[in-house]
């Protein structure tokens, strides 16, 4: 499908073209890129609210910065669409997310104006830090760097130890704090709180206002003045409200806030800031959905909405004759309500992914049982940690990508203490459009090392219930995590009594000769549609859903290689150090001998594309695992063609 941008967003191929217009059509401009974005994400789907929202800012930051010499520096990805549509991927924008087309997320390999890739949050203040230091050494005095960093992302450890070490730094570093309230779901904590009561306070900033249009009509370069007018404002602030006490205590010169959709206003505003030196920061107010009606009134809803009609707001789901099965975040979510019902020492946790886990289902019925910690995974761990110590059985959970960030939390607060905290593993596998940033394809890998860990993976929604009903039980008294991917499971009759499954044991699903397949997960399920094509071809391979990767299930792993001289193992993790590893390490300890071939997820980095291309071109798809059995039995396949011909 071809999109036609606006007469001047058609004009604009980079930044330079854009910096050429007169400041009375930048107006016209945020007209024209808002709707572009309205009109491809309808049709493409991906990321929409937080794109919406900062298009006014995107607009001013290129006019007035000379980008790409100048720095830019998103946080996250999911604001970064009008920042690709104005340099240079206009006409490519229809392939965002789509396999081999263009990244949803910044990428320095795809563009000179992405000066650092990014996916997940909190990082563009340090990043940008690094860079500003580097200008600074290399003589760059002329060289500006922003970092454009939601509120949502402020929570995470990460930003504050950026500021920490920007505000002694002496270097020219202008953080953007892009305040909207919310990042896939209302923002929570003390400083969400904080930021709320500097943006309402009138007083405040009223006076503000003044100080700092005194301030600016000052002589620069009087030390002693500039000097004593900074002092003077702090006083005069301190009395009134302690509102910008917080990042100037952290040496940081705050501005603001100011509206974020006066383009009039950003543009005169980073001009002045342009020539003040020194780490300092803008608060900005934006509404995110900026601009849709459908998606400022839902923001949650419409921050990946999927393909919508953008004349109606309708979100168009795809309609079937029969019954799906469900996702298997709402298993977890619906489940954790039942076993929390009947054990009332059951708790759940989330790093601000509340409706992405489907937690929020327990947050809305048990709010006293149920906590969004903010985009803080590592005090998510060690918190849980802590309520483990005092008996309670807690449901940490976490995309698995995001849970590679509270790595340590898991060896030293978790693992060393023995403290049966559950790790719940969202989005395990791969995870699709969202790309490398997102995969969840290292959990198996870096948990398998970690002792004292119990690492399972549920074949189907009825396994993931009977793994976390085990996991709660109080003869659990270790670690134990759950991975699961994203996405829809393969039963539409879900809702099975849970039962406890002995930990460190698999299952036997299907007898068969020649050929034996390893299979954890869900790629459990691809093993078996390639069994039933193999079985047309007279090729009867045996199955085993191991359902643990560690403790594997020994006794079933003597009978696999007693009898098979040929195995496949399935996964959908990295093959390096994960679950087909661990059988191959089996196999050399305990001395047996047979042709191993691992199918997983390859030791290079996976780009974006859906599920379905991804899968097949990492070769663990049904269609690979049929293949790779037919090369592993060619020999006996050849040869019984010839007795048989005789």
Known sequence: MEFTPGPLLKTINSPADLRKLPREKLHQVCDELRQFIIDVVSVNGGHFGASLGVVELTTALHYVYNTPYDLLVWDVGHQAYGHKILTGRRDVFHTNR???????????????????????????????????????????????????????????????????????????????????GIGIDPNTGALKEYLTDITTSPTYNKLKDEIWNILGKLPVGKNFTRTMAHKLAESIKGMVSSSANFFESLKLRYFGPIDGHNI???????????????????HVITTKGKGYYWAEQDQTKWHAPGIFDKLTGEILKKKFDIPQPPKYQDVFGYTIIELAEKNEKIFGITPAMPSGSSLKYMMEKMPHRAFDVGIAEQHAVTLSAGMATQGLKVFCNIYSTFMQRAYDQVIHDVAIQKLPVIFCLDRAGLVGDDGPTHHGCYDIAYFRCIPNMIISAPMNESELRNL???????????????????????????????????????????????????????????????????????????????????????????????????????????????????????????????????????????????????????????????????????????????????
């Open 468 to 646: 976390m009903y085990t996991a709660q039980l109080d003869s659990t008294q270790l670690p134990f995590v759950i991975r699961y991917p994203r996405g829809e499971g393969v039963m539409p009759e879900w809702k099975t009594p849970m039962q406890e499954i002995q930990i460190g044991t698999g299952r036997k699903l299907r007898d068969g000769q020649d050929l034996a397949i390893l299979s954890l997960g869900h790629p459990g399920n691809f093993a078996a549609a390639a069994i039933r094509e193999l079985n047309s071809e007279g090729i009867y391979p045996a199955h085993y859903d191991m359902r643990f990767a560690k403790p594997l299930d020994e006794e079933l792993l003597h009978e696999v290689f007693s009898k098979f001289d040929k195995i496949i193992t399935v996964e959908d993790g990295t093959v390096v150090g994960g679950f087909g590893s661990a059988i191959l390490e089996f196999m050399n300890e305990h001395r047996y001998h047979a042709e191993v071939k691992i199918l997983g997820i390859p030791d290079r980095i996976i780009e974006h594309g859906s599920p379905r291309e991804l899968h097949r071109e990492c070769n663990y798809d049904a269609e690979a695992i049929a293949r790779t059995a037919r090369e592993m039995l060619k020999t006996k396949i050849s040869i019984t063609n010839k007795e048989f011909s005789k």
């Open 264 to 282: 009039a206003k950003l543009v005169e505003t980073l001009k002045d800031l342009k020539n003040i030196p020194g780490p300092k920061l803008l």
């Open 98 to 180: 789509k396999y081999k087309g263009i990244s949803g997320f910044p990428k320095r390999s795809e563009s000179e104006y992405d000066t650092f890739g990014v996916g997940h949050s909190s990082t563009s203040i340090s990043a940008a830090l690094g860079m500003a230091i580097a200008a600074k050494y290399k003589g760059e005095k002329d060289r500006k760097v922003v970092a454009v960093i939601g509120d949502g992302a402020m929570t995470a450890g990460l930003a504050f130890e950026g500021m920490n070490h920007a505000g002694v730094s002496d270097t020219d570093l202008l953080i953007i704090l892009n305040d909207n």
